[in-house]
Nanobody, 122 residues
Framework: QVQLVESGGGLVQAGGSLRLACAAS????????MAWFRQTPGKEREFVAA????????YYGTSVKGRFTISRDNAKNTVYLQMNSLKPEDTAVYYC???????????????WGQGTQVTVSS
């Protein structure tokens, strides 16, 4: 069992930056594929970024590539999402997710956080 708690969301102006964090419970964190998804009302959950268990592999959705960076600290059981050059269209609830293995960009993850709101004003 893994519990995920996101933090770091908030209101920021376009062009600004935010850093999200996802703290995980459980000793198996270092073996999990971790990801960030986002969702706006009436839309499907969208893949943002994922990182392999070791951190050696990172993957990004096309809309955030070059602006967002995912990283993890297995000693702290935490995964991060650094978001730069934010745009109003990045406004969404951002969710952290974990799974032992599988496709990184499909929202079929085993564990999810409660989400954190990110709002980008124009």
């Amino acid at each position: 069992q893994v519990q995920l708690v996101e933090s770091g969301g908030g209101l920021v102006q376009a062009g600004g930056s935010l850093r999200l964090a996802c703290a995980a419970s459980g000793r198996a964190f270092s073996s999990y594929l971790m990801a960030w998804f986002r969702q706006t009302p009436g839309k499907e959950r969208e893949f943002v970024a994922a990182i392999s268990s070791s951190g050696a592999g990172t993957y990004y959705g096309t809309s955030v590539k070059g602006r967002f960076t995912i990283s993890r600290d297995n000693a702290k059981n935490t995964v991060y999402l650094q978001m730069n050059s934010l745009k109003p269209e990045d406004t969404a609830v951002y969710y952290c997710a974990a799974r032992p293995r599988g496709s990184y960009n499909v929202p079929a993850y085993d564990y999810w956080g409660q989400g954190t709101q990110v709002t980008v004003s124009s």
